[in-house]
């Protein structure tokens, strides 16, 4: 069984965090958003990757090479970002006939990956939301079969969203669709949706059925992202009774968070819902609800709400911020 992870967007709502960092490689709750969607998919039994790159990718692949070097992968390049439905179309060499499993990189998903692997149809993932208008939305028949599929449609008929993970058994009509797909126009963005083809297999006659997943965190948007750490970090704690005993004498940490090791915290308050990245000092801070990344240094700051890249200095603030890698700021 394959698992094809398109990571090749730009993360641009996630600027300036993501100019030098792929937004699948932001850590969350002791995790990267990669990890966590990798460790999901070889627990249930999925043995070979396909990783389509392309902005900041060598990152991505050292990354690969480093935390699973034992992983059978194949990196396909998206030198041209054309949408989703062009990055699965270029891994169709390295998929071949193999049935696959499509997860978006940018999505942690809560769901039965086995029951779906084992189920005797395609399957979309899917969740009710209250605005549907800026996703692909699937309309759903009484016993979860999936009757259409509509890109982000100005007048939705379900409010049904897809969430980003599809298991495709039919392989070689998945390619052909996207085949005759990119051989259309694009949209205004100059994207090819997968959704348009997942609609042609279906006018075809191929059969999907929904799977609804229990929780949906897409973590491409700044809000987005915390929230999913919060609530990861929160599991983590009830799954492992209680937190690490982080030992930090002049400093008190609220859980749940979850700190890498290498750093140093003193004179400061920590958590909750706070992630700190390896090797990272802070001292005398206050720092609630935020994302901080490895090799970063905090001094006299109050942050809550934020996310701090890796190798960042920020002294002096009391604010909620967004802060890209290599950053310097002094406010004091």
């Not at 070097?69 to 006939?97: C, E, F, M, S």
């Not at 999936?146 to 599809?166: D, H, R, T």
């Amino acid at each position: 069984m394959k698992a094809i992870i398109p990571v090749a967007g730009a993360g641009t709502k996630l600027r300036p965090l993501t100019y030098t960092q792929p937004k699948a490689l932001i850590p969350i709750a002791g995790k990267t958003i990669l990890s966590v969607i990798i460790d999901q998919l070889k627990d249930a039994g999925v043995d070979e990757f396909v990783f389509v790159i392309g902005y900041l990718g060598e990152k991505i692949q050292r990354y690969l090479s480093k935390s699973y070097p034992d992983l059978k992968y194949t990196l396909v390049n998206q030198t041209d970002r054309r949408g989703t439905g062009h990055a699965i179309w270029l891994t169709r060499n390295a998929v071949q006939n193999d049935e696959v499993m499509i997860v978006l990189g940018d999505t942690i998903c809560d769901y039965n990956v086995t029951s779906v692997l084992n189920s005797g149809t395609s399957m979309i993932g899917v969740r009710k939301v209250d605005d549907p208008r800026g996703f692909g939305v699937a309309e759903l028949g009484d016993k979860d079969n999936v009757l259409k599929v509509v890109e982000k449609p100005l007048i939705p008929k379900s409010n049904m969203a897809m969430v980003g993970v599809y298991y495709i058994k039919e392989t070689d009509a998945l390619f052909s669709a996207l085949d005759k797909h990119l051989s259309s126009r694009a949209d205004e963005e100059g994207e090819y949706h997968l959704t348009n083809a997942l609609q042609y297999m279906i006018e075809q006659g191929i059969s999907f059925n929904a799977f609804r997943v229990n929780n949906w965190f897409d973590c491409g948007k700044k809000e987005s992202l915390l929230s999913t750490n919060a609530i990861l970090l929160k599991e983590k704690s009830d799954y492992t009774e209680g937190q690490p005993s982080y030992q930090y004498d002049t400093s008190v940490i609220i859980p749940p968070v979850s700190i890498a090791e290498g750093c140093n915290i003193s004179h400061s308050i920590i958590g909750p819902n706070v992630t700190i990245g390896e090797n990272t000092t802070i001292q005398s801070s206050i720092i609630k609800d935020t994302i901080i990344g490895s090799f970063a240094e905090l001094d006299e700051v109050v942050l809550h709400s934020s996310i701090i890249g890796s190798d960042a200095f920020v002294r002096g603030l009391s604010q909620s911020l967004n802060i890209g890698d290599n950053t310097e700021i002094d406010l004091g």
